[in-house]
């Protein structure tokens, strides 16, 4: 009897550590959400959902005041819409609830599509840490990428939810194809898919990738194979083609400016991913191992892997940068390989793999131990911790006791950010924008507002052209027809615009 509690105390030991590792690092962004750290897109994501509260047929841009489609105006953030309207509830409240829901899909959607690929109880929640710190040592945040402190300050954005549902349908696809699923089965996935690629177009790429090597994969001969598969592509085609905010099929002609806010996914690749070079290594085991039972081909991860390395050199060769948000792809197989290799090696291997992989873990939680500031007071952190802080940003909320809904406000890209999301409009969007076709002379417009030598009357132009009652700018000058109403964080000021 005794005998038999010390092999399963045994047993268990090797996933309750993992589990509970895995369950701090939830509640870690379940704590991250409750502050909801500026960065980034949030004022994009703010700025969408508050002008479907107030139109869920013809909201228009969610930046300037355009009456223009946009991307952004996904499933996911009509949902976000419908709730601000019905609740009254804040944007920022309506982003906290997103992300509680996008944070449950992914944790879910990440413990059903690694069962599909082990057995091992300990698995899911090992991929959790690995996809989460299995990064490099140089810190780096990106939405769709899944490194901890860049899910800590994109957990609300679309991205997170899209890659959620991502997981769900790698999941559900591979019992698809291996249960011989009838076609309404193959019609729900291609609904999801398409869903996946409206919520978050990089995400879907990404989806996409992960389906093909499934698919493929779990290939068992001859074209009735393909057959139920193809047809729940039709459906996604038709999903998207149907969907009435935006062309999803213009965006394959974006290009300008998006290549040129991509091009830093290709810098400082080593130090951003080096750790996951024990993913590649587990990868390649796991294609050695398969090598009697068809090889390489038809392991879904190695797959996945190789998709991935291909889009995103083809992009780097062809200038195409925007094609690095298929970095996911890369990372997220490999990843996932490293914790499914520690779970299933066995023999002398099993305790070089799991020291190699913790260490390289362990590596990985320090690089990010800085994720904690944004729940622990910056003060009460010990020094080494704190020394790896970054402050998020401030917000624009001291403008909002004078800026009313539907105000354009006349800010450079910075702010343009950021003061949309309070349900203002800006002149020029903070963020590239392929649907906005007057985007060139916008930009060009707030540059010479704000340039040194444009004069008055120049300047009162622009400010009619746009209907501009409100400038938001450094301290310092003031030129005329401005009156300073307020002053912000960072020695910034808002005039108004004296008619």
């Given at each position: ?6 092999r399963t ?12 590792a ?5 509640v870690?962004?379940l ?11 949030l004022?994009?994501?703010a700025a969408t ?6 139109s ?13 489609p946009?991307?952004?105006y996904?499933?996911w ?5 419908c ?20 944070l ?12 599909t ?14 996809l989460?710190?299995?990064?490099g ?7 769709g990428?899944?490194?901890?402190n860049?899910?800590?300050?994109t ?5 997170v ?5 991502a ?9 698809a194809v291996?249960a011989e699923?009838g076609w309404g089965?193959w ?19 990404v ?24 047809a ?12 009435p905010y ?11 400016d ?10 400082g ?13 587990a990868?390649a ?30 992009g780097g060769?062809?200038?195409h ?6 970095l996911p792809?890369?990372l997220i197989p ?7 290799v520690?779970?299933?090696v ?16 362990v ?9 904690v ?7 009460v ?16 909320h ?7 809904y539907?105000?354009v406000?006349?800010?450079?890209t ?18 590239p924008?392929?649907f906005?076709p ?6 060009a ?11 008055e009357?120049?300047r ?18 003031v030129?005329?027809g ?18």
């Amino acid at each position: 009897m005794r005998a038999a509690l010390r092999r399963t105390t045994a047993l268990r030991r090797p996933t309750v550590a993992p589990q509970a590792a895995a369950a701090l690092v939830v509640v870690l962004l379940l704590l991250v959400i409750v502050r909801l750290p500026w960065a980034g897109d949030l004022g994009m994501h703010a700025a969408t959902v508050e002008r479907l509260r107030h139109s869920l047929v013809d909201p228009g841009n969610p930046l300037v005041d355009a009456d223009t489609p946009s991307p952004y105006y996904s499933p996911w953030t009509l949902v976000l819409g419908c709730v601000a309207r019905v609740t009254g509830f804040s944007v920022f409240v309506v982003l906290r609830i997103g992300a509680v829901v996008g944070l449950g899909l992914l944790v879910s959607g990440v413990w059903r599509y690694v069962r599909t690929l082990s057995a091992q109880r300990a698995a899911p929640a090992v991929a959790v840490l690995c996809l989460v710190f299995l990064w490099g040592t140089s810190l780096f945040s990106w939405s769709g990428f899944l490194g901890l402190n860049s899910l800590a300050l994109t957990v609300s954005y679309p991205s997170v939810f899209a890659l959620g549902l991502a997981f769900h349908f790698w999941a559900w696809l591979a019992g698809a194809v291996r249960a011989e699923a009838g076609w309404g089965v193959w019609a729900g996935i291609g609904g999801l898919w398409a869903a996946i690629l409206l919520c978050h177009q990089f995400s879907g790429v990404v989806a996409t990738l992960g389906a093909l090597a499934t698919v493929v994969a779990a290939r068992a001969g001859g074209g009735a194979v393909w057959l139920r598969p193809a047809a729940g592509a039709l459906v996604g085609v038709a999903v998207l083609w149907a969907w009435p905010y935006y062309d999803f099929f213009a965006l394959v002609g974006a290009g300008g400016d998006l290549e040129s806010v991509h091009r830093g996914l290709y810098r400082g690749l080593v130090g951003r991913y080096w750790l996951v070079l024990v993913g590649v290594v587990a990868l390649a085991v796991r294609a050695w191992r398969g090598r009697a039972a068809g090889g390489w081909s038809r392991d879904p991860l190695v797959l996945f892997f190789a998709l991935g390395v291909g889009v995103v050199v083809l992009g780097g060769m062809s200038g195409h940068y925007s094609w690095g948000r298929a970095l996911p792809a890369v990372l997220i197989p490999a990843q996932v390989a490293a914790a499914l290799v520690a779970v299933e090696v066995r023999g002398s291997w099993r305790g070089v793999w799991v020291g190699v992989l913790s260490g390289a873990l362990v590596v990985g939680a320090w690089t990010q131990v800085g994720t904690v500031g944004y729940v622990v007071p910056r003060g009460v952190l010990p020094g080494v911790v704190a020394a790896k802080y970054r402050a998020p940003w401030v917000g624009y909320h001291w403008v909002k006791p004078w800026v009313k809904y539907g105000d354009v406000v006349m800010a450079r890209t910075f702010p343009a950010r950021q003061i949309p999301a309070y349900g203002a409009y800006t002149v020029a969007p903070g963020y590239p924008d392929f649907f906005l076709p007057d985007e060139g002379r916008r930009v060009a417009d707030v540059r010479r507002y704000f340039a040194v030598g444009t004069g008055e009357g120049a300047r009162r132009g622009i400010v009619r052209a746009y209907g501009v009652r409100w400038v938001v700018d450094r301290g310092g000058v003031v030129w005329g027809g401005l009156r300073v109403v307020a002053r912000g964080p960072g020695g910034q000021v808002l005039y108004e615009v004296v008619r």
